[in-house]
């Protein structure tokens, strides 16, 4: 899909998300349509609202969407890094502060070798990384290869770790959580 | 009996006096209420020891007593109920259905007199306390503690508005309580005569499952059948019955007079709604296809008494469960397949089962994470859908639905995803025995952690059996600590106070509630009858409901309330860097309220120091066993334990769903 796609335009049909093309050769255009796949599947069971897909002039995928705390998100595919990025994920966090320090020691743990495979950030695959930039913390996900497959597991996980990260900062950086997201500190 | 095993009805084990002497010489108990004289003597417990020291050394100041009770409680107990008999009022006609239904409580204050006057000469339990709005928390926690619905009561006017808050927090909770007000006379309406007119169903409308003006005592009867009807099937919730003067007073002479005067049998149904086969089907499939399923348990298995029906499905299929709801220990928190504490795991679940999940969580709100998929099992057809996509949504009731599952379904195996779960609660203990080894270092007050830690020591690995003491999970900051410890063994062994609402100073009255409903042993408290309860809460909570440790003196309930006192609110944390707001967030310093309780009849030990907490609980634990009196544990902490920069690991946050949640 080169322009626009929408989870809107899915639920006519709801069972007709696509999948990631694993079968054919690595292109840029592959690495894009998989993680759009995975993306908009989310989209198809309501849990992201208003799914949108676009293509940047440099061939960098932008992704948008509304998830957590009714929050939107945007991840980002650059396929020339082999990276997938939840842009500006958590606002007001200082570089080297404690909860930015707390947040990468989270994100290291998660490539432990005791975390069950199926959460595991398996450094062989990928790494994970907390960018801190202008107070904005960005959750980046690199990856080893850049098959269609690997975008694939890639979008996927980088969705889960997100999901992590806030569960982590609900239970250690309520007040964070209150104050930035508007959850009501009660 | 020995003199020193003091067996309680009810009891799987005895508790002895021995096994709960406190073992510090440094309490700092500020009434006597062991006086050497008195209860020593009585009891002929040890002489030596360092019990006996700390009473002697309090024996010093003046000794302790039970404030008197009037000789009419003693009257009150001996009079017989009446037996209703025409020509009777409105009112008696109501409490003459009330009784019929098993109406197992009334809490109230004065007030709305003809019809719980009436409910008191009938038979029915009532017991009064200082506030309405604490009466309305005590007949939540008592309906929460034992499956029973109970009533609260308020005089017109503003007894009917001090209700609100229980209200509010009841519809929250989805406990269906039976609240009553009184009004005025029909002809007064819109007229301002006298004081205390005001219409109430608009107050309420969005807070009850069911409301009702009744003006006409005729159809009093008739009426009671509709609350009844609403409290006692399909998703449980609250019911307002505003009773006009007319509808109290009128007197009724003949049979003719009661208009659809149907037994209970014939005007409700003990029918459940049955799962349709289908969903059973397309259940059982999306549960085989998983690697790692779980089922949420919630406040509808509770109400529908299908913990051994959860227990026989998740054995049979493997399937791991996790609690949450406004009570706990429908499964047990030590089985094997028990998720509850191991919040670190939920997120790798891939097919969830929601089963009496009647407060519903938005996406992200649970722990689970977005690959994870959907069945919801409810009484309610209307409500399934809402906040969370559902892949399966199966109308029933939760006993109904669990038992043809267990039935239904072929047995499954997940060890490997039972091992995950396993290899989580451990790791969730690790970090809390970390964390209390951290607060430990903390000596100039007591952190909450020490609280947490050493309460569930003394309530799950001391003498008492684990499965034994109802808590009243309640507090800001503190119970952010004190969840993470507390544990539940039976159903509802823990009341969660702050549940959905978050109601702050609810704690004293649910106290009172689920006080009287283990002291009294009903619903699923009976066979606990007679034993201590414990209730945690905040010094701001105390600060709203601290009267009523006068109610818990004065019906002998043998309650102790453990304050978390840091001076503060628990919004102070948050405002600590704003000079000219950080006082709207703070009280005087250290205050006693111990002495506060002592004042009001009951017992009162002031804690300053981490070394002192445990002998205080078992002191006071020994009281309520003895002399069946509550005590208040005053704990002074210090706001500043919530900074985790300078106390690390400060202020916490939760998981959901789980031990620490209290929001769904």
């Not at chain 2, 009784?99 to 007030?111: D, Q, W």
């Not at chain 2, 900051?477 to 959905?500: D, E, F, K």
């Not at chain 2, 043998?558 to 967030?585: C, K, S």
Request: hydrophobic content about 40%; overall charge positive; aromatic content about 8%.
């Amino acid at each position: 899909m080169d322009k626009q796609s929408s989870a809107a335009a899915q639920s006519a049909r709801p069972h007709a998300a696509r999948r990631p093309r694993l079968d054919q050769n690595t292109s840029s255009a592959d690495g894009l349509h998989a993680v759009d796949a995975v993306l908009n599947s989310y989209a198809c069971r309501s849990v992201f609202q208003d799914y949108r897909m676009k293509r940047r002039k440099n061939g960098t995928g932008e992704y948008n969407f509304g998830w957590l705390y009714g929050q939107p998100f945007t991840l980002t595919c650059d396929l020339r890094h082999k990276r997938l990025s939840l842009i500006d994920l958590l606002p007001g966090v200082q570089r080297d502060s404690l909860m930015h320090k707390q947040i990468k020691t989270f994100l290291k743990g998660r490539a432990g070798a005791g975390v069950p495979e199926h959460r595991r950030v398996d450094p062989r695959r990928m790494r994970a990384l907390a960018r801190a930039r202008d107070g904005l913390v960005s959750l980046e996900l690199t990856l080893a290869e850049a098959d269609c497959e690997a975008y694939a597991i890639g979008a996927r996980k980088i969705i889960n770790l997100a999901h992590e990260l806030f569960l982590f900062m609900n239970e250690y950086w309520a007040d964070y959580m209150w104050q930035t997201f508007r959850l009501g500190m009660e | 009996m020995n003199a020193n095993d003091y067996t309680k009805t009810g009891v799987n084990k005895s508790v002895r006096v021995d096994d709960l002497e406190p073992k510090s010489e440094n309490l700092q108990s500020r009434r006597t209420f062991l006086s050497a004289s008195g209860l020593l003597a009585a009891t002929g417990a040890v002489a030596t020891g360092a019990l006996s020291q700390a009473v002697s050394a309090a024996s010093k100041e003046k000794a302790g007593q039970p404030l008197p009770l009037p000789a009419d409680f003693a009257t009150a107990a001996q009079a017989p109920p009446e037996v209703p008999k025409l020509p009777m009022t409105g009112a008696t006609l109501f409490a003459r259905a009330c009784k019929a239904e098993g109406l197992a409580a009334l809490f109230c204050c004065p007030g709305n007199y003809t019809v719980t006057h009436a409910m008191a000469k009938i038979g029915i339990p009532v017991y009064t306390g200082r506030d309405e709005r604490s009466m309305s928390h005590a007949a939540d926690a008592f309906t929460r503690a034992t499956g029973e619905v109970s009533a609260t009561s308020g005089t017109e006017g503003p007894g009917f508005t001090n209700l609100i808050s229980g209200l509010a927090n009841a519809k929250a909770a989805r406990t269906p309580v039976l609240f009553i007000a009184s009004n005025k006379s029909v002809r007064e309406e819109d007229a301002e005569v006298a004081i205390q007119l005001m219409e109430q169903e608009s107050v309420t409308s969005h807070m009850v499952k069911w409301q009702k003006r009744l003006v006409n005592a005729h159809r009093n009867h008739e009426y009671a059948a509709y609350a009844f009807r609403q409290l006692k099937t399909g998703v449980p919730s609250p019911v307002h019955l505003n009773f006009t003067a007319e509808a109290g007073d009128e007197k009724l002479k003949t049979p003719g007079d009661i208009a659809y005067n149907f037994d209970k049998c014939l005007y409700r149904t003990e029918a459940k709604p049955n799962p349709s086969p289908a969903h059973v089907v397309k259940s059982i499939a999306l549960l085989r296809q998983a690697a790692r399923p779980i089922i949420v348990s919630s406040t509808g298995v509770f109400y529908s008494k299908a913990w051994d029906a959860l227990r026989q499905f998740a054995e049979k299929t493997q399937i791991p469960v996790v609690e949450s709801g406004a009570m706990r220990g429908q499964f047990p928190d030590d089985h094997p397949l028990s998720a509850t504490c191991s919040p670190d795991a939920l997120a790798s679940a891939d097919v969830v089962m929601l089963i009496g999940q009647y407060c519903m969580p938005s996406i992200g709100e649970y722990a689970f994470g977005p690959d994870a998929r959907y069945i919801r099992i409810d009484p309610a057809a209307e409500d399934i859908g809402r906040n969370l996509p559902i892949e399966v949504g199966m109308v029933s009731d939760e006993k109904a639905a669990l038992e043809v599952l267990a039935q239904d379904a072929p047995a499954m195996r997940h060890d490997a995803w039972v091992a995950e779960i396993m290899a989580a609660r451990k790791k969730f203990e690790d970090e809390n025995d970390a964390m209390y080894r951290q607060v430990l270092a903390y000596k100039d007050a007591v952190h909450p952690g020490v609280i947490a830690k050493e309460l569930a020591e003394f309530l799950y690995r001391g003498n008492i059996p684990k499965e034994q003491t109802l808590i009243g999970s309640g507090g800001f900051g503190v119970a952010r600590y004190t969840r993470r410890w507390l544990r539940a063994y039976r159903p509802a062994q823990i009341v969660n106070g702050q549940y959905q609402f978050g109601t702050v100073g609810a704690d004293v009255g649910y106290a009172v509630g689920a006080g009287i409903a283990v002291k009294e042993g009903h619903g699923v408290q009976a066979a606990y009858k007679g034993h201590p309860t414990i209730t945690i809460m905040g010094d701001a909570a105390f600060g709203y409901s601290g009267m009523e440790t006068e109610t818990l003196a004065k019906l002998r309930i043998p309650a102790i309330i453990i304050v978390y006192n840091n001076n503060a609110w628990g919004t102070w944390y948050l405002q600590a860097d704003e000079p000219r707001v950080v006082p709207m967030h703070l009280f005087q310093e250290n205050i006693r309220y111990d002495k506060m309780a002592e004042a009001l009849g009951a017992n009162g030990i002031y804690v300053t120091k981490p070394e002192e907490f445990t002998p205080a609980l078992q002191k006071a634990y020994k009281t309520a066993v003895e002399t069946s009196m509550p005590t208040v544990i005053n704990v002074q902490g210090k706001k500043e334990y919530w900074q985790r920069e300078k106390f690390p690991p400060g202020f916490l946050g939760k998981v959901e769903p789980g031990v620490t949640s209290y929001y769904h």
